[in-house]
């Protein structure tokens, strides 16, 4: 039987950088970066008022199912943010969190507009992404990136005994308000 893992989570957080960590540990899986996709099949709508691709959700799911059909391996790890918005059948997903001051440096190092920043700093701290994904997958497990995240996510897509833990973030939001601006709680 297949197995589907979603690693999904804010920008910034871990996602590619442990989707292929995982490709290259587990022998003949496959790795569907779900923004190459957008691109390469050209699945967006249109633009957003600062320029950014607005994913055409509904093209990007089907070609997602279309490759896990059609995939020959027996792991396939599917990675990108907007897969906690929608559901791949018979995927477990994992949410890659990460603390508000480590996504801001790794974010501002990128370049991230301010605004962009302020968007994906809140919705780490709300779990945005965890909490929709619980909406959408029957199994969701969160992990906090680390150097362990690798060895955590290996044993979750293993079927061991998971260590399910509760990564609350909102805390540090209060932390952040001299960067914010304001105070946010």
Do not use: W
Not at 112 to 125: C, L
Not at 156 to 166: D, N, Q, T
Request: aromatic letters at 4%; proline letters at 1%; charged letters at 30%.
């Amino acid at each position: 039987m297949k197995k589907i893992i979603v690693i999904t989570g804010t920008p910034a957080s871990g996602k590619t950088a442990l989707s292929e960590r995982l490709a290259k540990s587990i022998r003949g899986s496959e790795l569907i970066k779900s923004n190459d996709l957008v691109k390469e099949k050209h699945l967006f709508s249109g633009h957003s008022e600062d320029g950014e691709m607005v994913a055409d959700m509904k093209g990007l799911k089907s070609e997602i199912e279309k490759r896990v059909v059609k995939s020959k391996s027996d792991t396939v790890i599917i990675e990108g943010h907007l897969l906690c918005d929608m559901r791949i059948r018979g995927a477990v997903a994992i949410v890659i969190r990460e603390h508000l001051r480590t996504l801001l440096s790794r974010m501002e190092k990128r370049g991230y507009r301010r605004q962009k920043i302020e968007e994906n700093i809140v919705s780490e701290a709300i779990d945005y992404c965890g909490v929709n994904a619980a909406r959408n997958y029957g199994r969701v497990y969160e992990i906090l990136g680390s150097d362990s995240t690798v060895k955590d996510a290996l044993g979750i897509i293993s079927g061991k005994a998971a260590k399910v833990e509760e990564i609350d973030l909102l805390g540090e939001l209060n932390g952040m308000a001299q960067y914010l601006g304001k105070a946010v709680l």
